[in-house]
């Protein structure tokens, strides 16, 4: 009945907690943070102002005295130092600020990202012997080299010491590199292991500073370490809040010159700068760059002093960003076109899909629009002669990286994390790839997992709607992974107007009433306004924000998902049969050999249905109205169901809802509820 599940995290009516009047914050926030596992001050206090003097010793990671011991040596010996990144936001950012580290001390590095459209991810072999020849005595790898085994062994035989500083996931080899910096090591006893790249490599300029140093210098790096752990989309708990709640702060005032042109450029408020305006509209430009070939731009512009050379490094940037749009556009579209043309892809849980001369650089991005679309986990690859390339996206529940683990035999090299990683293989291996994760889905994944949960925190009372609450919200920011946008949901509002909006008409603007309007946007939603009519009851699920326009500020619910609240022209046929009359009488007679008491009959507004819905209820109803309410109330929980005319026609241990029920032909003591409807 419905495309997406809404699950309440909570469900009854928002009451006031101990936690919400020490805090002084709303019973609604201070639900939010309860859903979140926070309900002492403490833990909450924290959570709200997390503070830098919780980030942890360093030195617990693996390997990080070798390291520092090994740097410390070649600033002595006045060693050739070469810092190895890769070329997206996380690499160019542990690169820039290694390189901003480097600067501080005055010792001279030089930097080394491949060109992604012609040597692709991680350190290759070609790379290593050119900086053999430039005479590297030391390579300090970041966000990449966890596997690269092959490539460490030849650094070695040329006598190139390497430091690997990685976050992704490790396999069962490990390179032979002089010291190896990663927290998601087997033996690594570092406390947090969801660190982003270049949050690794800011713990390994925390190791190399002295401590009453670093609590002054780290400011200098925090900005950009802030940038790459929202747009490398790593969890958003423990030192990851510490570091971008702080750097969120730091990015108001611009302490880093080039990332303040590129804010401009982007026509972001400093003042309300958060971490969507970092993911959504910062992160792409630096990426764009390395998507088409370009990344050391990123660190010329988070490198630099000059006011004049960072305006002309972000306005480029927002050229070659432009760029990646059209490019982009077009290869969606022809992702698209294959997935029509091909019926095969309606029954395949894994989208794998090839062609020729699509651009290394943007294949992620596309693929990760695929994903969201179809809710399918997707592999794109670009196929030049005989090999192909790519990268996959993955769904809630499904590791891609685990897939790839199991299809290695087709493939050359892959790399990544559960829900993204990158791939190469021959072309010839494409349709057994494509069999394979297929195989593999259809074990691992039901028809059920393929549907998309949206968690939802709790129906939302329009009288706590707010600008009060909506700057509550914010004190809650980063959101991200691990503490998502708060979603609520309100239900049988009335559609008002709908029309599509934007230059490209791609948008959903619609007006909906219950108590009040409220204006609702839907981003890339234009396709739902032909669904939905004037005067139809709709489910809103939404994140609550503001519009500020013209000096105008409004209340603006941002849509995730909306449907009928009822299927039209039904919900308007209310005149059916009741039978409700003689279902009482009939509960009645079952007093004697049931325990009626244990069966709740009340009508009492203060019930929460939810204590009542489970796989032991009975559900039964004489309306269409109470049929869809129940509908309605059922898809926010966990609860398979069955629906049923007159008797339960299949007994099993799923829920029971009955249209029109015959009590005398239905076994009641089968149930521990049973929920009327139309009370």
Sequence with gaps: MFNKKWTLKYKDKIKKYDLSEKMKISPEIGQILKNRGIESENDAEIFI?????????????????????????????????????????????????????????????????????????GINEDAI??????????????DCGITSVKEVDLANDLGIDVIITDHHEVQESIPNAYAVINPKQEDCKYPFDMLCGCGVAFKLIQALTPKDEFE?????????????????????????????????????????????????????????IGSSHVGFSIGPRINASGRLGYSYLGVELFTTKSKEEAVEIATLLEEKNNERQMIEAKMYQEAENIISSNERYKDDKVLVIANEGWQHGVIGIVASKLTEKYYKPTILLTIEGDEATGSARSIKGFSIFDTLVECSDLLGKFGGHEQAAGLSMNKDNIDKLRNKVNEIANFNLSDEDMIENINVEFELNEDSIDFNLIEELHNLEPFGVSNPTPKFIIRNMEVRSIFRMGKEKNHLKVNLEKEKVYECVGFNMAYLADKFDIGDKVDVLFQLDENNYMGSRKIQFLIKDIRLAYPKDLSKNINCIKLFKSILPCLEKTNELYDIESINISGDEDINIFDYINEKSLIITNSINGFFKAISDISLTEYEFDVNYNIVSNINDKLQVIFFPYIDKIDLKRYNNIILYDY
Excluded at 74 to 98: C, F, H, P, Q, R
Excluded at 129 to 142: A, F, T
Excluded at 252 to 264: A, S, T, Y
């Design 129 to 142: 012997k050119v900086l053999s020849e430039q005479d590297c005595d030391l390579i300090i790898s970041v």
């Design 49 to 121: 102002n997390p503070s830098l003097e919780y980030l942890r010793d360093p030195l617990l990671m693996k390997d990080m005295q070798k390291a520092v011991d090994r740097i410390k040596l070649a600033i002595e010996k006045k060693e050739n130092i070469w810092i190895y990144g890769d070329y997206d936001v996380d690499g160019v950012s542990s690169t820039s600020i290694l390189c901003i580290y480097f600067q501080s001390i005055g010792y001279p590095v030089k930097f080394y990202i491949p060109n992604r459209l012609e040597e692709g991810y």
């Design 216 to 272: 002054k210098t780290m400011y200098d790096y925090l900005e950009i370490v802030t940038l790459a752990t929202i747009c490398d989309i790593v969890p958003l708990i423990d030192e990851n809040r510490i570091i971008v709640k702080n750097g969120l702060k730091l990015m108001k005032d611009g302490k880093n010159q080039g990332l303040r042109e590129l804010i401009n450029v982007c026509g972001i408020d400093t003042d309300k």
